[in-house]
């Protein structure tokens, strides 16, 4: 029969234009985030993280923001070039209940040139 | 300085058969997780160790997965007897426990298992 597979939401931007992904996290008790990025047969790659008492981290052409109040975290890609192109998951832990991580779902990045 | 090295990179085998996959982490990484990536149930944490010690294995399927890390260079994963739902690409991945590098994980090239 027809397997069924994850959604995955999409986002599609044009070369050169900023893109914001989106992520909700569930455990209201989690104090650390990260963001990967998958390319296509490539194991995830880490981009930028932070802790839960910052609302804001930058880095290089990519910026991370916290909102705790309604649990939600965004990825904010300057300058999105072609070799941004990959699926980017937002993963969270709790700091106190071990070193493992919870990753979402993902979401698909396109680039158009 | 090499990443995470998995082997093999492919596998196919038949329903029955028993799979084993190799992880070799990071050096001077204490802590390596096995996942299973699949299109239905997206990135999973199927058991991670800290200083070779397994901490939580509660992602394990079933009976049939089982792990050993038996020392800090090396870690197998092994299905036994394996079946068609367990194709996916099995990653594993590492990091620096006990410091504040902790849930920076290292992720491996990935294992793709067909299962037929």
């Known amino acids: 029969g027809e397997s069924v597979g994850l959604h995955l939401p999409t986002l599609s931007v044009q070369e050169g234009d900023n893109s914001i992904i989106n992520c909700a996290y569930s455990?209201?008790?989690?104090?650390?985030f990260i963001w990967y990025k998958q390319e296509s047969g490539k194991g995830p790659q880490f981009i930028i993280d932070?802790?839960?008492?910052?609302d804001k981290r930058q880095g290089q052409r990519v910026t991370v923001l916290l909102n705790k109040t309604v649990k939600h975290l965004s990825l904010q890609i300057a300058a999105t070039q072609p070799g941004d192109s990959a699926v980017y998951f937002c993963?969270?832990?709790?700091?106190?209940?071990?070193?493992?991580?919870?990753f979402g779902t993902g979401t698909q990045l396109k680039v158009e040139l | 300085d090499a990443g995470v090295i998995q082997s093999p990179r492919h596998e196919v085998t038949e329903m029955g058969q028993e799979v084993t996959l190799r992880c070799k982490p990071i050096s001077g990484h204490n802590s390596l997780f096995w996942y299973r990536q699949t299109m239905m149930r997206g990135l999973e944490l199927l058991i991670y160790?800290?200083?070779?010690?397994?901490?939580?294995d509660s992602g394990m399927p079933e009976d049939r997965f089982s792990a050993k890390m038996p020392n800090a260079s090396f870690s197998t994963l092994k299905i036994q007897p394996s079946e068609p739902r367990d194709s996916a690409v099995y990653f594993c991945a590492s990091s620096v426990y006990g410091t504040d590098s902790s849930y920076e994980q290292y992720f491996g090239p990935g294992t793709r298992l067909t299962v037929t």
């Open positions: 932070i802790r839960s008492n910052m």
């Open positions: 993963a969270e832990a709790f700091t106190g209940g071990g070193n493992k991580l919870t």
């Open positions: 455990n209201s008790a989690s104090d650390y």
């Open positions: 160790f800290n200083n070779n010690v397994p901490i939580d």
